[in-house]
C-alpha cells in the first residue's frame, strides 16, 4: 500500500516536473525530425555578391575555392546557389529547369561537380508564385513536383524565399513544403526565409531546419534603421540584425536555427574589426555560418577570421545553446554562450567609434565573483590565466575581445 502511494507520487512528481518544463519552453515543440543540421550549417551562397550575375563556372569556381582555401577542411560544407539560376518557365511536364544559357550543363550536373569536390549543393526556390527578382517561376501549387525534382538532382539544401506570396499563409506554406521535402527520402536541409515577419521562431521547428529572423544583411555597420521596419525585408546593417536577436536565443536547438542572414565578412562596407565582431557574435547566436564572400581573393585577414578554428568551434558547439547579450553599458556589451564543457564564450563588444576597455564580470555568467577561472583569447590564441571576479580588455572600435572562459577549477586547453 504504502510502495503503491510512493509509485504514484513519484509519477505525478515527474508529471509536474514535464509539465513545468514544457510550460517553462512552450517553444519547445518537436523538431523537424530529419536529423540534419544538428549543428548550425556552414558553407556559402551566391547572393550578396553576386545577385543574379551566377552561372555554372561560377558556382564551379567557387567550391573549387571552398576546397583550396581551406574552407571546407574548416567546416564549410554547403555551396548554395541563391535566385537568378531557373528559366523563365517550367518544362513541358511542369517542372523547375535551370537557365539555359547560365547553366548549360543543368543544375544535376552542377549538383554531381559540387559533391565531387566533396561538398553539398544548395538550391534557391520561392513559397510564392514568382522568385523575388528574377521573374522565374515559384513553388506555389508545385511543392511535391519542385521537391521531388530538387532530390533528383542531389540537392542537400533548399533555401525558400517569401516574395509574391499575397494572401499566403507562411505556416501552411513552409508545412507543405517540408512535407514535400520529407516524402522525397533524401536527407535535404530547409531552410526558411519569410525575414521573421511571421515571428517563425514560434512555429516553424517542427518544418524547418533554419529561419531567418529579420530581412536581408548589408555589408554595412548600422545603415537602413530607418526603413527597416518596412516589409519585405529591406537590407540593413548587421549590427541591426545583432539586435533583434536576444529576445530569440530560447528557440534555437540542435537541428532548429534561428537565421540572422549571411555573414558579411570579407565585404567591402566592413573593416576587419567589424569582420571580426561580426564573426564571434554569430557564433554566440549558434548562428548558421554561411558566408558569401568572393572566395577566390580573399585576403589573408579574411582567411585567418573565416578559418578560425576556435571561435567555428563555439559556433559549433554540439549543445547548440543559442548565447545573447548579458550586459549592456551604453557602446559597451558582453555577449555570452554556455557550451557543452561548462566553459562559457564571451564577446566583449564595444560599439563606439573610440578604443574603449569592456569588462566581464563572472557573475555576469552564472559564476561566483570568488570563482577563480581560466581564460582564453580566441583571436589571439592564447591563455590569459586564471582569473577572480572577470575579466577586462582594451576593445578597438567596432571591434570585439572573444574569450573562452573555463569551468571553476576547469583547465583551458
Ligand atoms: C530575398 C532574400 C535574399 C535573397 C534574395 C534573392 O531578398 O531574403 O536572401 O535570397 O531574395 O532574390
Avoid at 577542411?73 to 535566385?83: C, K, L, P, T
Avoid at 538550391?123 to 527578382?133: K, P, Q
Avoid at 549558434?286 to 577570421?305: C, F, G, K, V
Avoid at 570563482?371 to 580566441?378: G, S
Wanted: charged share 25%; proline share 6%; net charge neutral.
Amino acid at each position: 500500500m504504502e510502495n503503491g502511494r510512493n509509485i504514484t507520487i513519484a509519477v505525478l512528481g515527474v508529471f509536474t516536473a514535464i509539465a513545468m518544463i514544457l510550460l517553462a519552453y512552450p517553444e519547445n515543440a518537436p523538431a523537424l525530425d530529419n536529423k540534419l543540421a544538428r549543428t548550425p550549417p556552414m558553407g556559402w551562397n551566391s547572393w550578396a555578391t553576386y545577385e543574379l550575375k551566377i552561372d555554372e563556372a561560377l558556382i564551379r569556381a567557387a567550391a573549387d575555392a571552398m576546397v583550396s582555401s581551406g574552407m571546407k577542411g574548416a567546416g564549410y560544407e554547403y555551396v548554395i546557389v541563391d535566385a537568378g539560376w531557373k528559366a523563365k518557365n517550367r518544362d513541358d511536364r511542369g517542372r523547375l529547369q535551370a537557365d539555359s544559357v547560365k547553366f548549360p550543363s543543368g543544375m544535376k550536373a552542377l549538383a554531381d561537380y559540387v559533391h565531387s569536390r566533396g561538398l553539398k549543393f544548395g538550391l534557391y526556390t520561392d513559397a510564392g508564385s514568382e522568385d523575388c527578382v528574377s521573374g522565374a517561376p515559384g513553388s506555389k501549387g508545385f511543392e511535391e513536383k519542385d521537391a521531388s525534382t530538387f532530390a533528383e538532382w542531389g540537392v542537400d539544401y533548399i533555401k525558400e524565399d517569401w516574395c509574391n506570396t499575397a494572401g499566403m499563409s507562411a505556416k501552411e506554406a513552409y508545412t507543405k513544403m517540408s512535407r514535400a521535402i520529407l516524402a522525397t527520402g533524401r536527407p535535404i536541409v530547409f531552410s526558411m526565409c519569410e525575414w521573421g515577419d511571421n515571428k517563425p521562431w514560434k512555429w516553424a521547428a517542427p518544418a524547418a531546419n533554419l529561419w531567418r529572423t529579420t530581412g536581408d544583411s548589408k555589408d554595412c555597420w548600422d545603415c537602413g534603421r530607418k526603413t527597416m521596419n518596412q516589409p519585405g525585408g529591406y537590407p540593413r546593417g548587421w549590427v541591426l540584425i545583432l539586435e533583434a536577436q536576444p529576445a530569440l536565443a530560447s528557440f534555437a536547438g540542435p537541428g532548429h536555427w534561428n537565421d540572422p542572414d549571411l555573414l558579411q565578412v570579407g565585404h567591402p562596407g566592413l573593416t576587419i574589426e567589424e569582420s571580426r565582431a561580426q564573426f564571434s557574435l554569430w557564433a554566440i547566436l549558434a548562428a548558421p555560418l554561411i558566408t558569401t564572400n568572393d572566395l577566390r581573393s580573399m585576403t589573408p585577414e579574411i582567411q585567418d577570421i573565416l578559418l578560425n578554428q576556435e571561435v567555428i568551434a563555439v559556433d559549433q558547439d554540439v549543445a547548440g545553446i543559442q548565447g545573447t547579450r548579458v550586459r549592456a553599458n551604453g557602446s559597451s556589451e558582453v555577449w555570452m554562450r554556455p557550451l557543452s564543457d561548462g566553459s562559457r564564450a564571451v564577446v566583449l563588444f564595444n560599439r563606439s567609434q573610440h578604443s574603449s576597455t569592456v569588462r566581464v564580470r563572472w557573475t555576469d555568467i552564472g559564476r561566483k565573483q570568488t570563482d577563480d577561472l581560466p581564460v582564453r583569447d580566441l583571436w589571439k590564441h592564447q591563455n590569459r590565466g586564471s582569473r577572480k571576479d572577470g575579466y577586462s580588455a582594451p576593445v578597438p572600435p567596432h571591434g570585439v575581445v572573444t574569450i573562452r572562459v573555463g569551468p571553476p577549477g576547469g583547465r583551458m586547453q
